[in-house]
């Protein structure tokens, strides 16, 4: 397997009782074999089943395990800046915590890193599974606004497997992202904007085998369009 010195890895979790224990279980025998120095973060987002309970029993039999615990529902963004902002090591990766990615694919990041020196290796997914609506906002509303706005064209902006510098998170302007699509583009703009290098490696994408999805409506991508635009304007004056 390919290596790297060390690295956090974390998890952002909502109402994943079912798969988070798998999830964690399969992240640490991959990170045992690839990194002498290594974290697992797990952000409890306001979770109303048994993931807090679950995450933090795991963090009492490995004290390689940490648990971030919102009191409320604050959603994807905002567990995303919790996993970053309280991430020790060198490099950072996260993916969800739904068992939906295949943890070990991030040998394939590291080699891909190695190959081009990027700061931000991110994945895109070969084939998504979630709704047709939820792909076909992405790709007919999110992104090509994206690249309007910021000149900024990957394959997939909002795949949630993503390797990157720590130095990438400490030197763009802070994140503010709470809710729904925007905490990705928020990201490789910022990054992007500061010359940090993003290189793109494929992923597989697994469905569901419990829990429920809850992907960004209509409303809350409008509402990331919207902020889009007010981002657009701030980081004319803020870089």
């Known amino acids: 397997m390919e290596e790297i010195s060390e690295i956090t890895a974390f998890f952002p979790a909502f109402n994943e009782e079912s798969s988070l224990r798998e999830v964690v279980k399969k992240a640490i025998g991959v990170l045992e074999k690839i990194a002498p120095?290594?974290?697992?973060?797990?952000?409890?987002?306001?979770?109303?089943?048994?993931?807090?309970?679950?995450?933090?029993?795991?963090?009492?039999?490995?004290?390689?395990?940490?648990?971030?615990?919102?009191?409320?529902?604050?959603?994807?963004?905002?567990?995303?800046?919790?996993?970053?902002?309280?991430?020790?090591?060198?490099?950072?990766?996260?993916?969800?915590?739904?068992?939906?990615?295949?943890?070990?694919?991030?040998?394939?990041?590291?080699?891909?890193?190695?190959?081009?020196?990027?700061?931000?290796?991110?994945?895109?997914?070969?084939?998504?599974?979630?709704?047709?609506?939820?792909?076909?906002?992405?790709?007919?509303?999110?992104?090509?606004?994206?690249?309007?706005?910021?000149?900024?064209?990957v394959k997939d902006i909002d795949c949630g497997f993503k390797l990157l510098k720590k130095e990438v998170i400490e030197k763009i302007p802070r994140l503010e992202a709470e809710r729904g699509p925007f905490i990705s583009s928020e990201l490789l703009i910022k990054a992007k904007k500061l010359g940090f290098k993003i290189a793109e490696v494929e992923v597989h994408h697994y469905p569901r085998k419990a829990g429920r999805a809850t992907g960004a409506s209509l409303r809350v991508v409008l509402s990331g369009l919207v902020d889009l635009v007010k981002l657009r304007g701030r980081l004319i004056n803020q870089i």
């Open 37 to 153: 120095k290594w974290e697992i973060i797990i952000v409890n987002d306001g979770s109303q089943d048994e993931t807090g309970k679950i995450a933090e029993k795991l963090a009492k039999k490995d004290r390689r395990i940490k648990v971030v615990h919102h009191s409320q529902n604050r959603g994807y963004g905002a567990a995303l800046k919790s996993g970053f902002y309280n991430a020790k090591y060198e490099w950072i990766v996260f993916t969800d915590a739904d068992g939906q990615f295949d943890f070990s694919q991030i040998t394939k990041f590291i080699e891909t890193q190695r190959k081009t020196g990027a700061d931000l290796v991110i994945g895109y997914y070969l084939k998504r599974k979630v709704s047709f609506l939820r792909v076909l906002g992405s790709k007919l509303l999110w992104e090509p606004a994206v690249f309007l706005l910021f000149g900024l064209k």
